[in-house]
């Protein structure tokens, strides 16, 4: 819990280069000790597995991809892409998210992708949404 409150400025010098003060704020809360913040520079920027998904749910993140290419990282990426999906599919809550989280992150929990997902960044998702629609 104590890590959950550390200012950036507190901890810059033991963290990673590639942790910086926007993305301290995103990984603090997924945090027990100082040492795991080097264990999200895959998801940050890194390679991931992609997920072994089912057929509709590759299909899904195919659309996602499709969706995202077209969508505004100015404002709010997770939003726009979320609320397309959703009145595009259907889909809402865990079958909306979940798909997108692992084939953004290879994980099942993480941080809020709201605030993710301009860290991974628009060429870097799409390349990861496009894999996990192929594997």
Known sequence: KIVHHLPYEAVADRLPDAITAQVWP???PNLATL???ADWLAVLGGEIVPPALGDDDRAYVAQAAESLAATDFATDPWQA?????K???GRKGKPLFLPLRQA??????GPDMAALLPVIGKDLALARLRAAALA
Request: glycine residues 4%.
């Open 87 to 89: 009145e595009a599919t």
């Open 26 to 28: 995103v990984i603090r």
């Open 81 to 85: 892409l979320t609320a397309t999906l």
């Open 35 to 37: 040492a795991e913040a």
């Open 104 to 109: 953004l992150t290879g994980m099942d929990h």
